[in-house]
């Protein structure tokens, strides 16, 4: 049994219990039920204690499990034929006393005593979850949550649970590979290295520095991003960008700071009227959502903007689905009832907006309440008006008196405004690079699928001189438009730092060896830098490099501000119609590689 040496059971069986059972009379059997590809079941070790059944009732908000028949015929079971397909599934696992509920990916695979076991922080969505990583023989084999009430709690989502089955897909890199004479190769470090410098300098040297570019996962570390902004500035350019997934760039330079939440994480819980913009907040942030739900069983009024007509398995208190590219004035309705019913002066562009029965509920509701907040999902973020949403955010924040907070995509969406891993004069962000091809580009842990047009990336890739990329893993796209391929390593196998979207600093271990001959990220940026004789490369571990960014070891990082000033444009954009929110299960290189996942329904869903 899987659950052996951590079973509540037989841990009280062996502390208090009787050598020998006085149960003398035939047992019953009781069929296994299929949950999914995530949850293994051996009913007939259950001891009914329905904890998994109130989980999916009143957590995960929907009961996707029951107690069928009476006395000793009881049974846990699913609806018939249906699936537990829950985003925050796994957690029932935890809460089994017993081994009826256990790990499908994990299954067999060890004891629980042969595990080591080391801290970590989710690689994933901007909350930072803290986890448990189990490990045998370097191999993760499972990862649990670490309870932190301020962050993730007791829970974890199935993205942070079962993604580490991407660590061990056949897609890993684990040499060098140099592409010669339209073949790839695998070279040893040192070659790899002098090729990519002497490719780098020879760009720069015949093309201008400005005719490189860097594009940075918003996954990587803060140390990877800081040394990848160092590096491109030591060849003279300000071409970095890790937002590769925005569209919208009208308020760069005209920030007060980095956007952020906008308040604690716990907080969020705390607010009792909440406006969500553009954003599916279950298939964005499990864990969010799971705390808004909670929330609104104690009162809190909820209110949602977006384009999708998605079960939010909260109760909400208004709803406008609207066309992608009516997003910015359905919420400018909101702006203009709160202010007429507050007596507060309008701006300018607002006088010709009229005022529909949704939006006039959900201004209602948001007046109603004593402290509010208004959250900007992904999709309002990656909208070609993101400008003009968190604007009109701004302006009804101000109206209600209430706090406006961004929810970051990724694990270091913060972290990247820390690191300066955005252009910071006259360089060219994230779509500007891809519009406008360089002849040389540096790639840092992303691929095709993480940019906002993957295609044009793509196209743009194949037009340059060079494409260095630094990745765990390779794809068919890749070896098509790359000619080096560096192996790093992933967030399991490096030290590093995230700051998630309430800009709380969590720094983390490796907690296995590096695969094979990869190697972290910062430590081959930092021997770019040296083999390019650049200054400022000399750290010796990733702490100094964090130590240089943040001047320190702070809890919580300075200089986050939503604020910001700029022009409103309600005009719509035809090109919002045609976008696509981020699956769940496709948001970054190690989930999309995760065998498990991708074979649940919410990944066969279709965005």
């Known amino acids: 049994c899987d659950q052996g040496g951590e079973c509540q059971l037989q841990d009280l069986a062996v502390g208090y219990g009787d050598c020998k059972s006085r149960y003398e009379e035939e047992k019953r059997v009781v069929v296994n039920k299929n949950l999914g590809p995530l949850v293994s079941t051996d009913m007939t070790r259950c001891i009914n204690c329905t904890r998994c059944v109130r989980f999916t009732q009143e957590i995960a908000g929907n009961m996707e499990m029951g107690q069928a028949f009476r006395g000793d015929r009881a049974e846990i079971m699913p609806f018939i034929e249906k699936t537990v397909d829950s985003e925050i599934s796994g957690n029932i696992i935890d809460l089994c006393p017993v081994g009826a509920l256990t790990s499908k990916p994990f299954r067999y695979a060890a004891r629980t005593w042969e595990l080591s076991r080391r801290k970590s922080v989710s690689p994933h969505d901007g909350l930072g979850s803290n986890l448990i990583v189990q490990t045998k023989h370097d191999k993760v084999l499972r990862v649990l949550p670490l309870e932190n009430e301020d962050i993730n709690e007791c829970w974890l989502s199935d993205r942070d649970r079962y993604s580490y089955e991407g660590l061990n897909s056949a897609d890993r890199l684990t040499k060098p590979m140099v592409k010669q004479g339209g073949q790839w190769k695998e070279v040893e470090w040192n070659q790899a290295l002098d090729y990519v410098s002497h490719a780098l300098r020879g760009v720069a040297k015949e093309h201008g520095a400005d005719a490189v570019g860097a594009l940075v996962s918003p996954h990587a570390t803060l140390e990877e991003m800081a040394l990848?902004?160092?590096?491109?500035?030591?060849?003279?350019?300000?071409?970095?960008?890790?937002?590769?997934?925005?569209?919208?760039?009208?308020?760069?330079?005209?920030?007060?700071?980095?956007?952020?939440?906008?308040?604690?994480?716990?907080?969020?819980?705390?607010?009792?009227?909440?406006?969500?913009?553009?954003?599916?907040?279950?298939?964005?942030?499990?864990?969010?959502?799971?705390?808004?739900?909670?929330?609104?069983?104690?009162?809190?009024?909820?209110?949602?903007?977006?384009?999708?007509?998605?079960?939010?398995?909260?109760?909400?208190?208004?709803?406008?689905?609207?066309?992608?590219?009516?997003?910015?004035?359905?919420?400018?309705?909101?702006?203009?009832?709160?202010?007429?019913?507050?007596?507060?002066?309008?701006?300018?562009?607002?006088?010709?907006?009229?005022?529909?029965?949704?939006?006039?509920?959900?201004?209602?509701?948001?007046?109603?309440?004593?402290k509010a907040g208004i959250l900007l999902g992904n999709f309002a973020q990656q909208h070609p008006r993101a400008g003009t949403l968190q604007l009109l955010a701004q302006k009804l924040a101000e109206v209600l008196g209430a706090r406006v907070g961004l929810l970051g995509e990724a694990a270091n969406s913060v972290g990247g405004y820390v690191a300066k891993a955005l252009p910071q004069g006259n360089g060219l962000n994230a779509a500007a690079m891809v519009a406008q091809p360089r002849r040389g580009y540096v790639v840092l842990g992303a691929e095709l699928e993480d940019f906002a047009d993957g295609e044009r990336a793509k196209a743009a890739f194949q037009q340059a001189d060079s494409v260095i990329v630094l990745s765990p893993f390779k794809s068919a796209a890749m070896l098509e438009y790359a000619d080096a391929i560096l192996p790093v390593s992933p967030f399991t196998e490096t030290s590093g730092t995230f700051i998630n979207m309430e800009g709380r600093v969590q720094s983390f271990q490796a907690v296995t060896k590096p695969l094979g001959d990869t190697r972290p990220a910062w430590k081959v940026l930092r021997v770019l830098g040296n083999l390019l004789k650049l200054e400022g490369f000399e750290q010796e571990s990733s702490e100094d490099v964090r130590a240089e960014v943040l001047g320190g070891t702070p809890e919580f990082v300075a200089g986050l501000d939503n604020g910001a000033t700029g022009t409103i444009d309600l005009a719509p954009n035809p090109a919002a119609d045609a976008m696509k929110a981020v699956p769940l299960y496709g948001a970054d290189p190690l989930v999309r590689r995760a065998a498990s996942l991708q074979k649940t329904r919410i990944a066969m869903e279709k965005s």
């Open 228 to 370: 990848a902004a160092k590096l491109m500035r030591g060849l003279g350019s300000d071409n970095i960008d890790f937002r590769l997934r925005q569209t919208d760039f009208s308020l760069d330079g005209k920030r007060k700071g980095a956007p952020f939440l906008g308040m604690k994480i716990a907080e969020v819980g705390q607010l009792d009227r909440v406006l969500v913009v553009g954003s599916t907040l279950r298939r964005e942030h499990p864990l969010l959502a799971q705390r808004l739900r909670q929330s609104a069983k104690r009162g809190t009024k909820i209110s949602v903007i977006h384009a999708a007509d998605d079960d939010w398995l909260i109760k909400l208190a208004g709803k406008a689905v609207v066309a992608s590219s009516q997003l910015p004035s359905t919420l400018a309705q909101v702006v203009k009832a709160a202010a007429e019913a507050k007596g507060v002066a309008l701006d300018a562009a607002l006088a010709g907006v009229s005022v529909s029965a949704e939006a006039k509920a959900i201004a209602d509701s948001l007046l109603s309440g004593r």
